[in-house]
């Protein structure tokens, strides 16, 4: 805390008395400690924005400020090097600015080019919009889902792996876990008999009490999704993710009113704009929004709002770091058509400096910390900082076209 916070707490105590104190402790804190950093008339600014890219090619971004404020947050995982130095250019603009006004820098970064959207001028804007909010938090002591007017819940279910021990119920399994290499653009029966198969072994072992999500993941053409659509349903699966690639919206929805299962997609969808069209059309009943290239906790929320009124439901996506899981519990403690959170059985120990609560009955309970509620183990990080994965394209091993994966 800087001198100036502390001249002032100090001199609020002497006159008004700890008890007095003890309720305006308790608007900028989240258990009524003294875990604010700074107060609403401090005036706080940017001063440093730093990016680290890691061998598994999760991309992290830190802003620091002149009151020893420090947010961090994630950008999108591929074309990692492209997000880092975006990130950086727009540090010519944020650094000097107050960290606090999320909202107006959000609109800034996305109008202040030319050109919008795609994912990697939304994943710039979101790995900062994540770290502002993790400033602006530590700046009052409370988790972001505090300022954006939550909770809405008392703790957040999550899917992974099931497991009894701590109760986790729901997973999902991708269409290439069947046993099989690229899918054609239609396949025959031998294909789609295999993968019934799978998935019937996999409601046989698991029972009626696991949900299980099956994840098409837009590798597969439209014929194939129908008839895998069509023989998967007498096993009743949670949800079918991503039956086709999300750039025609109509296809989607063509496909979506020929099954009774839920569609789910999202996580190549940017923006309020990306996923308007869907809800108007209903070309999905979950939506899968990613807190690291969507547009950040400012866009989901917003997100969220526009899929109350189609009483559709958020699981947001999440195949990254502990920044990536931290926002998006944010969002779903502050939303209330919050479904399930995507990897929240993960630790994450490998970057963060204490454990996140641990899960119980299926549930992560709510992350109490200010901020996104984590601690970032930078040495860790630092550790693991080197070139990314390369580009995975994918071929057909019979006649080496390219498929998509």
């Known amino acids: 805390m800087s001198t100036l916070q502390m001249d002032r707490r100090s001199w609020f105590r002497a006159v008004l008395g700890a008890g007095a104190l003890y309720g305006l402790d308790a608007a900028f804190t989240c258990d009524r400690t003294d875990a604010a950093q700074a107060g609403p008339r401090d005036n706080v600014k940017v001063t440093g924005i730093e990016t680290f890219v890691l061998t598994n090619s999760w991309v992290f971004v830190k802003v620091t400020t002149d009151a020893g404020i420090v947010g961090w947050g994630e950008m999108l995982k591929d074309d990692a090097k492209a997000c880092a130095a ?3 250019e727009v540090g010519q603009y944020l650094i000097g600015q107050d960290p606090s006004r999320v909202v107006h820098h959000w609109q800034a970064i996305h109008r202040g080019a030319f050109y919008r959207g795609g994912p990697i001028k939304t994943a710039i804007s979101s790995g900062i919009d994540q770290a502002l909010w993790d400033i602006k938090g530590k700046m009052y002591g409370v988790p972001v ?16 792996r099931p497991n009894p021990e701590n109760g986790v119920n729901a997973m999902k399994t991708q269409l290439r876990a069947f046993g099989r ?7 025959g029966q031998k294909y789609v008999d295999g993968c019934v198969e799978f998935f019937k072994g996999l409601r ?12 098409f993941h837009g590798e597969v053409q439209p014929p194939t999704a129908l008839l895998l659509m069509k023989a998967l349903e007498p096993y009743n699966p949670w949800f079918y993710e991503e039956i086709v690639q999300p750039l025609n919206v109509d296809l989607m929805a063509e496909l979506a009113r020929k099954t009774h299962i839920p569609i789910a997609t999202g996580e190549r969808i940017f923006t309020k704009w990306g996923f308007k069209e869907i809800l108007e059309k209903r070309a999905a009943t979950i939506l899968q929004p990613d807190v690291c290239y969507a547009g950040g906790i400012t866009e989901l929320k917003i997100i969220a709002g526009m899929a109350e009124a189609y009483y ?9 770091g502990p920044c990536s899981l931290a926002a998006s519990m944010q969002i779903a403690a502050a939303i209330p058509n919050f479904l399930i959170q995507e990897r929240g059985d993960n630790e994450y120990s ?11 009955n299926g549930h992560r309970p709510l992350l109490t910390g200010p901020g996104l509620g984590i601690t970032i183990d930078e040495d860790k990080l630092k550790a693991q900082v080197g ?4 580009y995975l394209p994918r071929f057909d091993p019979d006649d080496g076209s390219v498929v998509d994966w």
Do not use: F, M
């Not at 490998?350 to 899960?359: M, Q, R």
């Open 181 to 187: 290499g690229p899918i054609k653009y239609v396949e």
């Open 312 to 320: 559709t439901p958020l699981a947001p996506h999440n195949p990254q």
């Open 204 to 215: 046989e072992k698991h029972g009626p009490d696991v949900d299980i999500g099956v994840e």
């Open 387 to 390: 070139e990314p994965r390369p």
């Open 350 to 360: 490998e970057l963060l400096a204490t454990p996140l609560p641990p899960i119980a």
């Open 145 to 160: 889902y505090r300022l954006l007017g939550g909770p809405t819940r008392d703790r957040i279910r999550v899917y992974g």
């Open 86 to 88: 975006g990130a950086l």
